[in-house]
């Protein structure tokens, strides 16, 4: 079967780094999404990778293994309007979205 | 500005009414989606269509329908049918289906709840 997991919560600290984790098991893998939600509001893209390695894009960085099943998603200099949800959703083999359930980013001062 | 409006912010269900969320864009894109977004879950994918006059069930249609008459307008029916319908409802547009990497638009979503 397919299944994407990330952790629930997770609370930082205003200026500092995290890593957001996201694993997945799928048949077919055609690239692998990251997208910022603030409550109540639409998801906006934040990233997109289908080969292995790192993708940096300012402060949000993407990393991927394909052999590893494993992503994740990089803040860097966190702000407080960086607390949001952060979703991993991956393409299968039918060009399918599969979405995780989010992980809730808390920043603190 | 291009983007995807969908109206109303909220809505309020009767029992064994049936009611309908709007979801424009002016992207011209060609593909459209509705998702329902309940707490704890990854998105779950209602409906999808590619092109005008065609549309896919996606994983959990049933209590659901949608027209694709114009290729701007993608609205969404909560039936009678659907015994749970209290959920975020959001709705995207990509410019086509299937290529691999093309990223959605999303609206900022209706909050449905039941009276």
């Known amino acids: 079967g397919q299944n994407i997991d990330q952790p629930t919560e997770m609370t930082a600290t205003e200026g500092a780094i995290v890593q957001i984790n996201c694993t997945y098991q799928t048949s077919g893998f055609n690239g692998l999404f990251w997208y910022q939600q603030h409550a109540g509001e639409a998801p906006t893209f934040l990233s997109y990778?289908?080969l292995d390695g790192l993708e940096e894009k300012g402060r949000f960085s993407s990393f991927l293994s394909r052999s590893k099943g494993y992503s994740y998603l990089l803040l860097k200099e966190l702000q407080m309007k960086d607390s949001a949800s952060y979703l991993c959703?991956?393409?299968?083999?039918?060009?399918?979205?599969?979405w995780g359930a989010g992980t809730k980013l808390i920043i603190k001062p | 500005d291009g983007g995807i409006t969908q109206s109303p912010k909220y809505l309020f269900r009767k029992e064994g009414q049936n009611v309908t969320l709007s979801c424009e864009q002016n992207?011209?894109?060609?593909?459209m989606y509705w998702y329902r977004q309940d707490p704890g879950q990854g998105l779950r994918l209602i409906y999808y269509?590619?092109?005008?006059?065609?549309?896919q069930k996606g994983d959990i249609a049933e209590g659901y329908s949608v027209s694709r008459e114009k290729k701007e307008s993608f609205p969404l029916t909560v039936t009678s049918a659907q015994k749970n319908p209290t959920a975020f409802y959001l709705c995207?547009?990509?410019?086509?289906?299937?290529?691999?990497?093309?990223?959605?638009?999303f609206g900022s979503g209706t909050q449905l709840s039941v009276l």
């Open positions: 990778n289908v």
């Open positions: 269509s590619q092109i005008v006059n065609d549309f």
């Open positions: 995207a547009s990509s410019i086509e289906v299937g290529t691999g990497y093309e990223k959605l638009f």
């Open positions: 959703a991956l393409k299968d083999s039918n060009y399918q979205l599969i």
């Open positions: 992207l011209n894109h060609d593909a």
